[in-house]
């Protein structure tokens, strides 16, 4: 009975977080500077964005002042979108007015958008951006994607693949962030195919998903975080807090993946879910402080091949009633280097649970460790293994000192 009051309040919760992103978006603009847009190369100035755009050649630049209000559509031109602050508006924005989404990108070449708000849209598919035909969509200096909703995916941004030949991309660059946005699925970003990168110390945080994928939602594309890029903050009701993933993804550097959660009654994967797919962290790179209300409060990964390598780190993470408060896998996890699992918690299998697949396996190679972990139900501290193989390649291993302390048994390299 407790369980079922715990999980109708966080799926509240859940509720009025993607409510209250809704309301944010209708709210309008206030004292907002009027809409100035000028094309660098011909001079011409308008009080319009859709008719600097229509009037515009491929590779031309439109400096924006002020806020520029409903929806704007770029089919088939390659166009750098810049703002340019003034003393009435310092943060030249694109507003949807809580009616349309506000950029509408059909298009197989590049879009830039620079030092840019992105707010108050709404649509089916990327409530601030949808971008489809395969082109690429860049977000460079302090471009933020603000308090936009979808009802169906990309609450922030939507990108779907185009032809063989246009693969779609979506960039992130320097500091600019897609936050605070609300989706079914996708708070933040939802990618069809497409690959998302995140460089620089760019952001995707605080987003909603009622079902999947708070940060990201990424259907069978490739993910890519690099330097000093996060996911953090998102929620999701379902499965995947910070990023839901179907295809390829991979923390290089010292990026990170931090404080996401995943709340309903059977969360999945507070930082990341992955199913048949492949996660990489490399470098740095760490998931930590997440949580799930089930399984795996880092990381869960059904299906997937879950690599460590370097000095990656999965820490500090809580499977709050249930099990992996660091990992729970169903498929091959491999620990390389230095990497670690360390300080997280759940009932059973407080760093890594097994679950049950005979050909399931954990290896432990250089001098990886899983240490410090804690299973308040008393059993698999570090690991808990109910239906595979775990094999230590190195005497550097380190499982243990743990919480029960009991490690698995572990059989020699293969």
Same mark, same amino acid.
Not at 257 to 284: C, H, M, P, Q
């Given at each position: 009975?407790?369980?079922?009051?715990?999980?109708?309040?966080?799926?509240?919760?859940?509720?009025?977080?993607?409510?209250?992103?809704?309301?944010?978006?209708?709210?309008?603009?206030?004292?907002?500077?009027?809409?100035?847009?000028?094309?660098?190369?011909?001079?011409?100035?308008?009080?319009?964005?859709?008719?600097?755009?229509?009037?515009?050649?491929?590779?031309?630049?439109?400096?924006?002042?002020?806020?520029?209000?409903?929806?704007?559509?770029?089919?088939?031109?390659?166009?750098?979108?810049?703002?340019?602050?003034?003393?009435?508006?310092?943060?030249?924005? $694109?507003?949807?007015?809580?009616?349309?989404?506000?950029?509408?990108?059909?298009?197989?070449?590049?879009?830039? $958008?620079?030092?840019?708000?992105?707010?108050?849209?709404?649509?089916?598919?990327?409530?601030?951006?949808?971008?489809?035909?395969?082109?690429?969509?860049?977000?460079?200096?302090?471009?933020?994607?603000?308090?936009?909703?979808?009802?169906?995916?990309?609450?922030?941004?939507?990108?779907?693949?185009?032809?063989?030949?246009?693969?779609?991309?979506?960039?992130?660059?320097?500091?600019?962030?897609?936050?605070?946005?609300?989706?079914?699925?996708?708070?933040?970003?939802?990618?069809?195919?497409?690959?998302?990168?995140?460089?620089?110390?760019?952001?995707?945080?605080?987003?909603?998903?009622?079902?999947?994928?708070?940060?990201?939602?990424?259907?069978?594309?490739?993910?890519?975080?690099?330097?000093?890029?996060?996911?953090?903050?998102?929620?999701?009701?379902?499965?995947?807090?910070?990023?839901?993933?179907?295809?390829?993804?991979?923390?290089?550097?010292?990026?990170?993946?931090?404080?996401?959660?995943?709340?309903?009654?059977?969360?999945?994967?507070?930082?990341?879910?992955?199913?048949?797919?492949?996660?990489?962290?490399?470098?740095?790179?760490?998931?930590?402080?997440?949580?799930?209300?089930?399984?795996?409060?880092?990381?869960?990964?059904?299906?997937?091949?879950?690599?460590?390598?370097?000095?990656?780190?999965?820490?500090?993470?809580?499977?709050?009633?249930?099990?992996?408060?660091?990992?729970?896998?169903?498929?091959?996890?491999?620990?390389?280097?230095?990497?670690?699992?360390?300080?997280?918690?759940?009932?059973?299998?407080?760093?890594?649970?097994?679950?049950?697949?005979?050909?399931?396996?954990?290896?432990?190679?250089?001098?990886?460790?899983?240490?410090?972990?804690?299973?308040?139900?008393?059993?698999?501290?570090?690991?808990?293994?109910?239906?595979?193989?775990?094999?230590?390649?190195?005497?550097?291993?380190?499982?243990?000192?743990?919480?029960?302390?009991?490690?698995?048994?572990?059989?020699?390299?293969?």
């Amino acid at each position: 009975m407790a369980r079922v009051g715990h999980r109708s309040f966080v799926s509240s919760l859940a509720v009025l977080a993607l409510l209250g992103a809704a309301l944010l978006a209708s709210v309008p603009p206030a004292s907002a500077a009027a809409c100035s847009v000028q094309n660098v190369r011909t001079g011409a100035i308008t009080d319009t964005l859709q008719v600097a755009v229509d009037a515009s050649e491929k590779g031309d630049t439109l400096l924006i002042q002020g806020t520029c209000i409903g929806r704007t559509a770029i089919r088939d031109k390659a166009l750098h979108l810049k703002g340019v602050p003034t003393t009435a508006q310092p943060t030249p924005t $694109l507003d949807g007015d809580g009616a349309t989404s506000v950029l509408a990108i059909d298009s197989s070449r590049v879009v830039v $958008l620079r030092n840019l708000t992105v707010t108050h849209g709404r649509g089916r598919y990327g409530g601030g951006i949808r971008v489809v035909g395969g082109g690429a969509l860049s977000l460079k200096g302090h471009t933020s994607v603000f308090g936009n909703t979808s009802g169906g995916s990309g609450g922030g941004i939507y990108i779907k693949k185009g032809s063989s030949a246009h693969s779609g991309t979506l960039t992130l660059n320097d500091s600019s962030s897609v936050t605070g946005n609300a989706a079914a699925f996708g708070g933040g970003i939802s990618s069809s195919h497409a690959d998302t990168t995140l460089n620089g110390s760019s952001s995707v945080s605080g987003n909603t998903a009622t079902f999947g994928g708070g940060g990201i939602d990424n259907g069978s594309g490739i993910v890519t975080l690099n330097g000093s890029s996060s996911v953090s903050g998102n929620t999701a009701g379902g499965r995947g807090g910070g990023i839901y993933n179907l295809g390829t993804l991979t923390l290089n550097g010292t990026s990170s993946v931090s404080e996401n959660a995943a709340t309903y009654g059977d969360g999945d994967g507070g930082g990341i879910f992955t199913y048949y797919g492949t996660l990489t962290l490399n470098g740095s790179s760490s998931v930590s402080e997440n949580a799930a209300t089930y399984r795996g409060g880092a990381i869960f990964s059904y299906g997937s091949t879950l690599t460590l390598n370097d000095s990656s780190a999965v820490t500090g993470n809580t499977a709050l009633t249930g099990v992996g408060g660091g990992i729970y896998t169903f498929g091959a996890l491999t620990l390389n280097g230095s990497s670690s699992v360390s300080g997280n918690t759940a009932e059973h299998g407080g760093g890594i649970y097994m679950g049950y697949n005979p050909r399931g396996a954990l290896t432990l190679n250089g001098s990886s460790s899983v240490t410090g972990n804690t299973a308040t139900k008393g059993f698999g501290g570090g690991i808990r293994n109910v239906g595979g193989s775990v094999y230590v390649c190195s005497d550097l291993v380190a499982i243990g000192p743990n919480d029960p302390d009991d490690p698995p048994e572990t059989l020699p390299c293969p």
